[in-house]
């Protein structure tokens, strides 16, 4: 089975632009999680979602950010408008929620490098 | 709330030395699961072993083992006769069984020199 999928793997962009960023969970998972990471706060938690609804939105660090999950394979997280401070590894992941077998675990896409200037 | 800390922010060792990487933890749960993940210099993060709180056996995988002791809160990871290719960024987190919550490490950046 494909693990969890990540697009673009590189985007450079300009202050001010909109940046979209994809991601496609392992088929069955039904929580998918956005993570953001940084060298001065390492990996933080962004949202979540369980069966495409969003559990847990309090990571998201202002209004600029913005996800969504349509349907049980794909997810967004958009910024509009994005800042330099925006520059950052985000990961997305996802869990089956079996509780007690090996599936209870997050797996982590390759991530997406944002580079804004 | 939930912690964890990863005291070791650098490890040089040299190749074939065995080196630990310590993990404390702080919850108030009495279930829970603990993780290793390992990230290479390409980035990606890897899933290396889940660990639940109510099984305290050590585990052994190749070079790899953990070490969890609830008495001390830790979850330690050693690597044996470590290689070049362990040199990665190890973190260690923790998460709630019944909830979502999952907290990182500040994580271990490992190098293996040859």
């Known amino acids: 089975d494909a693990g969890v999928i990540q697009s673009p793997r590189h985007e450079v962009t300009e202050m001010g632009q909109e940046v979209t960023l994809r991601c496609k969970p392992i088929s069955g998972h039904d929580y998918l999680f956005w993570y953001r990471q940084t060298m001065m706060r390492g990996l933080e938690l962004l949202i979540y979602f369980n069966n495409n609804v969003p559990i847990d939105d309090s990571g998201m660090p202002e209004d600029r950010f913005s996800a969504k999950m349509p349907n049980a394979s794909f997810s967004t997280l958009k910024i509009q408008p994005s800042e330099p401070r925006d520059s950052a590894v985000y990961f997305c992941a996802s869990r089956s929620r079996v509780s007690g077998t090996s599936t209870d675990t997050q797996y982590f896409g390759p991530g997406t490098r944002l580079t804004v200037l | 709330a939930q912690k964890v800390t990863q005291a070791q922010t650098e490890i040089s060792v040299v190749e074939k030395e065995d080196v630990t990487l310590d993990c404390v933890y702080e919850?108030?749960?009495?279930?829970?699961?603990l993780f290793w993940y390992k990230q290479p210099p390409s980035g990606e993060l890897v899933f290396l072993i889940r660990r639940n709180s109510f099984d305290e056996q050590n585990e052994i995988s190749g070079r790899y083992s953990w070490n969890f002791q609830k008495s001390t809160s830790s979850f330690n990871f050693t690597i044996t006769a470590s290689q070049v290719v362990d040199s990665a960024v190890y973190f260690c987190?923790?998460?709630?069984?019944?909830?979502?919550?999952?907290?990182f490490g500040p994580g271990t950046r490992l190098s293996v020199l040859p």
């Open positions: 919850t108030r749960d009495t279930t829970y699961y």
């Open positions: 987190a923790l998460s709630e069984v019944y909830g979502q919550n999952f907290v």
